[in-house]
């Protein structure tokens, strides 16, 4: 007899920790995933009312078995069942979620998973199995909980998840389910005055300067735009960042249809993320826009250089979660609201989906992948981030998100949960911690700018000539609040010791695009020289080396002038060389015998150590070609294992074209470098945790070139 036939007692909400004292445990227990004979099996969807007196259907019977069984197992200390079947597929998990309470739930729990469209549209396409997992946790205080998590057979990075609680406290939501719902917008100026009125000193003074951008998007009414030339009062704007996608349809300004934009034309054309953009600046009644596809000209490329003022100056930026490209829908159906989800309860559990974080949102955003959007984001006093399920707010001053209308069942409710698994919110900074640091003056930025610099690596540009222009607004406001500083191709002069020892995590593979002409040659000291999408790490922990000194051009700065910031920044990108001082020798002495990796490699538990007590006397030298490393072992003393950045040297050093030298830039900290016959040398790699004597018998610095 199902579970939910039986009569059981009803518990009060006061149940305050997992207990099974409410319900009795099963004569025959069996395991949830236990088959049972077809003939006695009924559909997944059939529904019969609970001791709740709610719909239940057989798939929810299933996970009632599994939280029941995994309780009394947690109980005895056993081992728990890790999961069991929902539906078959999402859209079996649809249907019934239109009767059943309880599939509401997970239905919801996975769609706001997904911050795009294009995610919701997939999972709705799905054909595989929807199971439930069973999730142990323990919070902040150490004291255990429960969750479940629901996946999606064919979409492995799906996980919904869904908190468990004893009680009946926590509030469910019943969101619009058209993103262009009058209250979204209404609370999102409730966001805006709030920060106007009390923020007053902190966010307002995050402003780069009052100047208007060379163009702006002037609103005329819900059809019609026009674009306006730099006005001299200042006047509000909304700007966006957003993902392009395919070029060719971001409804782009060029010389051809420029003097046609600076008259009334209809938007009926333009891409639908930049209509459905418009249609949320002017209902939240701002009359001016910034663009870039349209206010930035893109034959000319004018105001490229202003973007550290464009989006600092912004009232706010509005940010295109829910988006992969210009062509799709902003504001489509919000699908996660479209079933309203009540207090459920299920083995003694009430269910509720929690809220994702703005973090979580913001490292699943299509815009966490593409570069330009970085300092589009980063240089935004206020942000107003949309996704395919609820709208966010930032400010330097907090944030918040969407919240209205609430469906209140009790007048007294608890605040609603954000993820239960402690590792899912990966800790990242607020948007506005670099403008905050360079408004406090905290002294030494090189911290913000590493953190930017290895976000900045992973993301990709579709134009390999931007790979620095995508940061040029960052360097500026930097520059602005260094101004004796100076950028050198990604790195800035007065950290050029920390600057230079950035490290992949494994070697990278040059890319056909490095080999193009006609692409502009980064230097091989600088990061930019590096593929798109490659994860570095920046934040050496070394003192600086006496010995390394970097030898100023004397034509770069004129002591006393006023610097342009986009202009330097400009200038900085295109630096090829820079000359250094500092101690150099060959990275293993010529004695050295060279060994295969797995001779001296051994793993201890998850740690890789290295031995040399066959023959501790020999100097040994070995290449791991897979990962691109070098160790160096010498003296009876600690190895050093350095790290090649390309593919190609590790073959060129194998096959002995290559006579790898060391450069000290830090106590703990050298370059690789390959002599390149011209007077001048190229990197080819780095290392960390260098021990302190590797360059002792080296007594002077030498002046050498980086190309």
Known sequence: MPFHHKIIPHRSDAERKLSTKWFKSPKSQ??????????????????????????????????????????????????RTPSTLLHNNFSELDYCSKTCRICRVFRQSLLLEEVTFDGVKKIEESKGKVTVHWEETTDEDGRPGVCLTARVEDIPRLIGVVNC??????????????????PIFEQAKEWLNDCRNNHIGVCDNLRFDSENPRLLIEILSSESIQLCKRQSAPCEYVALT???????????????????????????????????????????????????????NQDTKEGLDEMHKVYSNALFTLCACATKKSTAELLGERKAWREKTESCRLGGQWLTTPDMSLNQLRIKSPLAGRAWTLQEERLSPRMLYVSSSRVHWSCAMGNGMELKPIYQEKSHKVQRPRYAVSDRDNQMPASQTFLLACHRGEGDLYPSWADIVKSYALRDVSQPADRLKALSGLAARYLSANPSDDYLAGIWAKNLPEGLAWKVERVVEAKGENLDPKTPVWPSWSWAVLPVRTAIETSVMSPRS????????????????????????????????????????????????????????????????????????????????????????????????????????????????????????????????????????????????VRKDFFAFISKGEVLVLR
Not at 30 to 44: F, I, V, Y
Not at 69 to 74: D, F, M, P
Not at 266 to 294: C, F, H, Q, S
Not at 677 to 687: E, F
């Open 30 to 79: 069996k395991s949830p995933n236990s088959p049972k004979s077809p003939m006695t099996s009924k559909p997944l969807t059939d529904i019969e009312k609970n001791f709740d007196f709610i719909q239940q259907c057989v798939g929810c019977n299933k996970v009632e078995n599994l939280i029941k069984w995994n309780i009394e197992k947690r109980k005895n200390g056993e081992t």
């Open 165 to 182: 609680n004893s009680q009946n406290e926590v509030a469910h939501l019943a969101l619009y389910p058209s993103g262009r719902g009058t």
């Open 242 to 296: 957003y993902c392009w996608g395919d070029s060719r349809n971001g409804g782009s300004t060029t010389n051809k249809n420029f003097l046609e934009r600076l008259r009334p034309f209809g938007i009926k054309n333009l891409p639908a993320t930049l209509r459905d953009a418009l249609y949320i600046i002017n209902a939240m009644n701002v009359r001016y826009a910034w663009i870039d596809a349209l206010c930035v």
């Open 546 to 689: 006496s010995f390394f000194q970097h030898i100023l051009d004397i034509d770069m700065r004129n002591p006393g002038v006023r610097v342009d910031e986009g202009k330097a920044i400009a200038s900085g990108e295109e630096i090829k060389e820079i000359c250094v001082t500092g101690r150099i020798r060959p990275l293993w002495k010529p004695t050295s015998c060279r060994v295969d990796w797995s001779r001296i490699s051994r793993l201890v538990g998850n740690e890789e150590r290295f031995t040399f007590a066959a023959k501790p006397e020999q100097n040994t030298h070995a290449i791991q070609s897979s990962s691109g490393r070098v160790l160096v072992y010498e003296d009876r003393k600690k190895e050093v294992v350095c790290q090649l950045d390309f593919g190609h040297d590790v073959s060129k050093v194998q096959s002995g074209q290559v006579e790898l030298l060391a450069l000290e830039i830090g106590e703990t900290a050298m370059l690789l470098l390959e002599y390149c016959g011209d007077g001048t040398h190229r990197r080819v790699g780095a290392a960390w945790n």
